[in-house]
């Protein structure tokens, strides 16, 4: 199977449109009342312009088409990966650069791996553990079936490798392993349930989406279990019946929706699938009737946008004949596929919640700092950005924060820890699974 996977040659002639303005270092609400707030979680820590979101990226890609840097200074090789990719910078261009900001950056570091630099030592680990295991989390594949314990008894999960289902719940690597976000596949298993939704999951055969080895530059693991999980999919189709592939992963779910399309067989193995998030699939059933809440939750929440369900499923239109504009010109944005309402809707739909809102949100919400493998690569860093985060959610005033995505969950959870607060975190599903 062909990828279409640029490189940086490939993307060169958008990193010169860069005018190295500064817009991408803020996120602008024009109000009322207007307002501006730092967007770049690598400028908010280090200040150094390099650093700053996609005017410093464009000017690290320049020095690397010319040879000016190069990977064998490893402070540069940390630099360009001092970066979570979230999208925040892109979301304020508005010059020809826009539509490529993070092709750049994980341009970049397709690059340093090739030249055996990179990526960072730590994210090397990740790696090895995908080549070892299948998944980033250095866990035996047994290990991924540790979160279905409290259903074994009472009400066991289908597998789908031996009985049929309409839908496939990909669960992902973090809400396998990681312990603190296994609440998040636990809840979507017990919604399902609930609803008596006809679902199965791979278990120990799933194999990880691939989006860690893409956000970190090595592009040749990310084909090997993409083409693996597409040839799955197909297949399950063919032979389980499935028609809907639903996760509660933020990152799984760009993954296939952004990064599988560069597939050159994409639509042919794909065709007769669709693939959700959870809220989407809820957010369906509850406009049907088919999800409705019995119980009263008394909670004062605020929202926070991950970035892989927002600002990254943005789709934009480029001029690539110069019929319109010039050729290779940005013409527009639309975020039809953005879940930004849903959430929201479902939050507001709960009987006896509170819903305030933080002032980053949307396209301008600040990242967690946990992307781009930044929480393997730079922990520290991480944890101290997600405490910003945190604080903001303080203002409001609110008591507990809800996401949708478990590598957001698991961040925040230690950046309310690190700072001594009492917020405490939740996924949606979970929220959810109370009200049923």
Known sequence: MEWNIPSLKDLERYFWRCTACGTCRSAYDYGPPPFTRPICPAGTEFGFEGYYSSKGKAAFARGIS??????????????????????GCQNQCQV????????VIEAMRREAVISGAGPMPAQKNLIQSMKNYNNPYQGPRRVRMDWTRPFKKTAPIKDINKEPAEVLFYVGCT????????????????????????????????????????????????KRVATNNLETFQRLHADRGVKTIVTS??????????????????????NGIEVVHTIQYLHRLMKEGRLKFQKQLP?????HDPCHTGRHLNK?????????????AYVGVEESECLYDMPREIIKAIPGVSFVEMDRIRGNSYCCGGGGGVMTGFTDWAGRNAGLRIQEGMDTGAEKMVSICPFCYFN???GAKRI???????????VIDMAL
């Open 420 to 430: 001594g607060s009492n917020m405490t975190l939740h996924d949606l599903t979970e």
């Open 316 to 328: 934009f239109s480029v001029d690539k004949d110069g019929s319109q504009l010039w050729e290779g």
């Open 249 to 270: 992963c933020a990152g799984c779910f760009r993954a296939i929706k952004k990064d599988y399309v560069l597939a050159s067989e994409y639509e042919k193995m794909m």
């Open 175 to 222: 809400g396998g392993f990681n312990k603190t976000a296994q609440a998040v596949p636990q809840a979507t298993a017990r919604i399902f349930q609930k609803l008596g939704i006809d679902f199965g999951i791979l278990g120990e055969n799933e194999v990880c989406c691939g989006s860690t080895a893409m956000r970190v530059g090595d592009a040749e693991e990310f």
């Open 299 to 303: 909670w004062k929440v605020t929202y």
């Open 412 to 414: 925040l959870t230690e």
């Open 96 to 103: 020809d650069y826009k539509p490529h900001i993070p092709e």
């Open 66 to 87: 010319d040879g000016t840097l190069t990977f064998e200074d490893p402070e540069f090789l940390s630099a360009v990966y001092k970066c979570t990719v979230c999208g």
